[in-house]
């Protein structure tokens, strides 16, 4: 979202940047990087007067839409173009401070551009406290870590005022290793009004602590929970805003009656345990009637039996991801979910069944992210035609073990087609995971296998097919960077050697 133009540019101007910004969307940082750098180079062989009045000319709009696409070590360079890209690009060099910058800048500076720091990182307790004290006025996210030691009151007091002080607080992240936290940092949580995430991890809390914390998330809709010990929950009121809910094996399941309203629950493993726990008291409360709106799950290393009760009694299915396979009862269970699945991501699992996969791209017409890894050619090529022409990302390793150079170009040429057809694709993901470099047979991308057809994927950002076996001619190269002058390729052309897609200069 851009800054709000100035009255005195005209009408033809404001046109002028809308159509700058759709444009920008369609570059990587790495093109937009290298051409920022080519007129720095060339405002830079000249110190005359008349080359910085006319990179000031430039609007101040612009300029701030490409900074958001530098990251803070690449926006020094045009920083020092002049006055005007330093005010600029400042704001991106300077958007997030932690304890290791405080040792490399004075307090003099940090105060002079406290109004651009964004996000502020704390090692406590620190030798330092002063530069607790510097009026930072405008973060919208403060993460506090501490290291276990014993914190002192002055800098607890100036933690409390500078969390009071940023009221456009956005989310708030407290690691606290067993530290006591005064209470009347938990109370100050309930003057932010724009705060949505809380992530709270290591803390010991008795009930006047949880209650007051409780409190103060009223209007969080990300709450972040792990390695707690919460003595006592009594009298604690319903959270109505909490859309999105990552719990641990150490947080009380009861805590789920209290965000009724969640969308989405994540079970964050810090030991290894999995979440059949929480997966069984998760399907005894969606048969009670609870969780109306729920639609995203995120188990780790959940069992068939208990992911299967959790799909079949919810009523409707989003998002899911799993670290392990789907198997035979959770198969049959989440087809009832094909027509409202969004995101579907089985990461971490070799040889997932290439009839499922195929139904999921023939049923889902909503979905737009697709991870799965070790499907077979041969089945992706059978069923009806895929329906998923809203999908933009797609991480599917699709494996062709036939020896036979013929078959292997027919699948390819077959499995292509079929591809060709997602015109909103950006992100093409087809490596094997699994495997080391350029080990395993993949689809074969040459021009004689139908690797023409994939050029109505005008859309593409990125395309991966490192770690598969290729036979890139110098022509199929030549193609590919042709065709996608602005898409990062990355894999291996056999003879050829590394193939690293750079944007043209």
Not at 28 to 41: D, E, K, P, V
Not at 110 to 122: E, Y
Not at 395 to 412: F, G, H, V, Y
Request: glycine share 4%.
């Amino acid at each position: 979202m851009g800054l709000p133009l100035s009255p005195s540019y005209a009408s033809h101007t404001q046109h002028s940047i809308w159509t700058f910004q759709n444009r920008i969307r369609a570059y990587t940082n790495h093109y937009l990087f290298w051409h920022i750098r080519f007129a720095i180079l060339i405002s830079s062989s000249s110190s005359s007067r008349h080359h910085e009045m006319a990179h000031s000319e430039l609007p101040p709009e612009l300029l701030f839409l490409i900074a958001r696409y530098f990251n803070s070590v690449q926006a020094i360079a045009p920083s020092l173009v002049c006055r005007v890209w330093y005010h600029a690009f400042c704001t991106v060099i300077w958007h997030t401070v932690s304890m290791n910058m405080w040792q490399k800048r004075s307090l003099q500076m940090m105060t002079w551009h406290a109004d651009h720091i964004r996000k502020l990182l704390c090692l406590l307790p620190t030798r330092e406290p002063e530069y607790l004290g510097i009026p930072y006025s405008r973060l919208t996210r403060l993460v506090l870590r501490c290291t276990g030691n014993v914190i002192d009151a002055v800098t607890w007091n100036l933690l409390i005022q500078l969390v009071k002080r940023n009221v456009r607080l956005e989310e708030l992240t407290i690691y606290s290793k067993n530290s006591d936290v005064p209470l009347v940092l938990w109370e100050s949580l309930a003057s932010l009004p724009c705060l949505h995430s809380v992530t709270l991890s290591d803390c010991t809390m008795d009930q006047e602590n949880f209650s007051q914390f409780w409190k103060g998330c009223k209007g969080v809709q990300r709450l972040y929970l792990s390695r707690l010990k919460i003595r006592s929950m009594d009298g604690v009121d319903v959270l109505p805003n909490v859309e999105r809910l990552h719990l641990d094996y150490t947080v009380p399941l009861a805590l789920l009656r209290l965000c009724p309203n969640v969308r989405s629950i994540s079970w964050i493993s810090s030991d290894g345990r999995p979440s059949n726990i929480l997966l069984d008291e998760l399907a005894v409360l969606l048969n009670e009637g609870l969780f109306p709106r729920l639609d995203g799950l995120h188990p780790f290393q959940a069992n068939d039996i208990h992911l299967a009760s959790c799909l079949t009694a919810m009523r409707q299915m989003k998002e899911l991801e799993l670290d392990m396979g789907i198997e035979t009862l959770s198969l049959k269970a989440l087809p009832k979910h094909f027509c409202t699945l969004e995101r579907l991501q089985i990461s971490h699992f070799y040889d997932v069944p290439g009839e499922f996969v195929a139904a999921v791209m023939a049923s889902c017409p909503l979905l737009t992210d697709f991870s799965v890894f070790g499907v077979k050619a041969s089945k992706m090529m059978a069923g009806p035609p895929w329906v998923c022409l809203k999908i933009t990302t797609l991480r599917l390793w699709i494996s062709t073990t036939d020896s036979n150079e013929d078959a292997i170009r027919k699948q390819s040429c077959a499995i292509f087609e079929r591809l060709s057809k997602l015109t909103q694709l950006r992100c093409l993901d087809l490596r094997n995971p699994f495997a080391p470099k350029e080990s395993t047979q993949g689809l074969d991308l040459r021009l004689e296998s139908g690797l023409g057809q994939l050029a109505s994927l005008t859309r593409l950002v990125t395309i991966d097919f490192s770690s598969t076996i290729q036979n890139m001619s110098a022509a199929d190269v030549a193609w590919m960077r042709k065709t996608w002058r602005n898409v990062e390729a990355t894999g291996h052309c056999n003879s050829l050697g590394s193939l690293k897609a750079q944007p043209d200069a």
